[in-house]
């Protein structure tokens, strides 16, 4: 990787890891449905005309069908289940469980498609659950908070998120392979927005918020979807996937920095012990670290 690739990576992780804390904020002033649809539209506007200069809108034409599939499940779905858990959650903790993305789509890959994991990626899925299992246990109280949302609710909604970009990664595999990535980016945000609309409308706030949760709004949306997406995709073309996939390991980083600088989140000693656990099973189980007798003769170190 250049250094302009680990730039773009940095900037990337702390773009999403922003995004937990602009979730949790805004999630309070919007309420989830109106914030979700505002964050996917925003992009959407983004994303849309960018698509158009690139001349690949036929793309998202001829393979619409799947396209918006991977909006609902990729885009809304998760984006919804995330409002309702920064309700109660921190920013930190949301994005370490969001890291077990990768355990999801190895786990679905296996089970869905007979991608059978190696011993090693095996244990690196045993890992990665019994972390979020050990962050469960010490976070999941049943008592409901001033939103009317448990712990225990909060950290279910972040896991069933994280099941939807694992089976979302396996559906893109089959249905969207050689598909141009800014087409499914740009269809999936639209598709999205289109399917959130309804329930923004009807829970949509009676009073409007003020300008800084507007532009908290603003900055979900065009900074921390719209251009991480780009960033995303650029990577991928770039430095490959294998490569690209490495910035899970820094989102939550960047979160807990985020929450501690802006709303006073504390990272306690279960917290970074869960994520050091969730993070080496993901990267066991992705691939990313291999003993050198895993590695085929002759190959570098990842």
Do not use: H
């Not at 989102?251 to 994520?275: D, K, S």
């Amino acid at each position: 990787m250049q250094r302009r690739d680990i730039a773009e990576m940095l900037l990337l992780a702390a773009l999403w890891g922003a995004s937990f804390l602009f979730m949790r904020v805004g999630a309070t002033d919007f309420g989830p449905a109106a914030l979700v649809f505002l964050r996917v539209a925003g992009a959407s506007l983004l994303l849309l005309p960018l698509l158009a200069w690139r001349g690949e809108v036929g793309a998202l034409r001829a393979q619409w069908r799947p396209i918006a599939l991977v909006g609902v499940v990729n885009t809304a779905l998760p984006f919804a289940l995330y409002m309702v858990a920064l309700l109660v959650l921190s920013a930190g903790l949301a994005s370490i469980f969001n890291a077990t993305a990768p355990l999801w789509g190895a786990l679905i890959a296996w089970a869905w498609l007979g991608d059978r994991p190696t011993p090693l990626r095996g244990l690196g899925l045993a890992l990665g659950f019994a972390g979020v299992l050990w962050l469960g246990i010490d976070n999941a109280s049943l008592r409901a908070g001033s939103a009317g949302v448990s712990p225990a609710l909060g950290i279910a909604a972040c896991i069933a998120a994280t099941a939807c970009y694992g089976w979302t990664a396996n559906y893109t595999k089959q249905r969207l392979t050689g598909v141009p990535p800014m087409a499914v980016a740009a269809g999936s945000q639209a598709f999205a927005a289109l399917a959130t609309l309804p329930a923004a409308l009807w829970w949509w706030p009676a009073t409007l918020p003020g300008p800084t949760a507007w532009a908290g709004a603003a900055a979900l949306a065009l900074a921390c979807t719209g251009l991480a997406y780009l960033l995303y995709f650029r990577l991928i073309a770039r430095v490959g996937p294998a490569k690209t996939i490495a910035v899970t390991f820094l989102i939550p980083a960047f979160a807990v920095l985020w929450g501690a600088m802006f709303l006073g989140e504390r990272l306690t000693p279960t917290m970074l012990g869960g994520c050091a656990v969730i993070l080496l099973g993901t990267a066991l189980a992705t691939g990313l670290l291999r003993t050198r007798r895993s590695r085929p003769a002759g190959s570098p170190a990842p």
